[in-house]
């Protein structure tokens, strides 16, 4: 299976699929250059995706610095925090639970961050979405930048179907399933689909589309 390192890995990757896609080429040429933006792996990545689950790119920069600011990130410390300590960061009481749910899965080695580098990207999905407060994006956001598949997507991501929907002059915004198949044929490469997505969504909205 194919990890995206450093950014030569992405300029392959975009490289390739301007082939298989010749519109990717409008988007790459309308954007600055696609960010590789690479994270570490374990949990402190996956708590900053569920932070920045349905809140703007802002919001979620906020909230990750006040609980940067309470003390280290790490399974224990959010453990030994309590509900309060945590809403006073800013999280909403679902995304209180969603912490602890994660702190205490990696705590019962019912997580395993080696396990998400080394497995299917469809079997590392489904053991972290067995966590509670983990969904589909949020398992697909942390494999594409804090262990770097290469093969993975977001289709549900609104601001992916948005930007698709433009780059593509489709009459209505794809929903899920339809930009998932559309993803299909951007394999194995789609994780670098969704950052040239992303880039473009910038480019033509105005705004960030992600804040990994």
């Not at 899965?105 to 580098?117: N, P, Q």
Request: hydrophobic share 50%; with cysteine.
């Amino acid at each position: 299976m194919r990890i995206i390192k450093n950014d030569a890995d992405i300029a392959e990757g975009v490289s390739a699929l301007i082939k298989i896609e010749p519109k990717f080429r409008i988007a790459v040429e309308l954007s600055p250059p696609i960010p590789l933006r690479r994270k570490p792996s374990g949990f402190a990545s996956l708590l900053q995706a569920i932070v920045g689950q349905q809140i703007s790119v802002a919001a979620a920069a906020g909230i990750w610095t006040r609980i940067e600011a309470a003390g280290p990130v790490t399974p224990e410390a959010i453990l030994a925090m309590s509900d309060d300590a945590l809403r006073e960061c800013g999280l909403s009481r679902p995304k209180v639970k969603y912490a602890k749910a994660i702190a205490e899965a990696v705590d019962t080695e019912a997580l395993s961050f080696d396990y998400c580098r080394d497995a299917s990207v469809d079997d590392a999905i489904k053991m972290l979405t067995a966590i509670k407060g983990v969904g589909p994006w949020t398992a697909e956001i942390y494999l594409m930048f804090s262990v770097g598949r290469a093969d993975v997507f977001a289709p549900k991501d609104l601001a992916l179907q948005e930007s698709a929907k433009i780059l593509f002059g489709l009459e209505t915004r794809p929903t899920d399933k339809e930009l998932a198949e559309m993803a299909g044929g951007w394999s194995p490469w789609r994780a670098v689909a969704a950052r040239i997505l992303w880039a473009y969504y910038r480019v033509a909205k105005g705004r960030e589309g992600i804040g990994a």
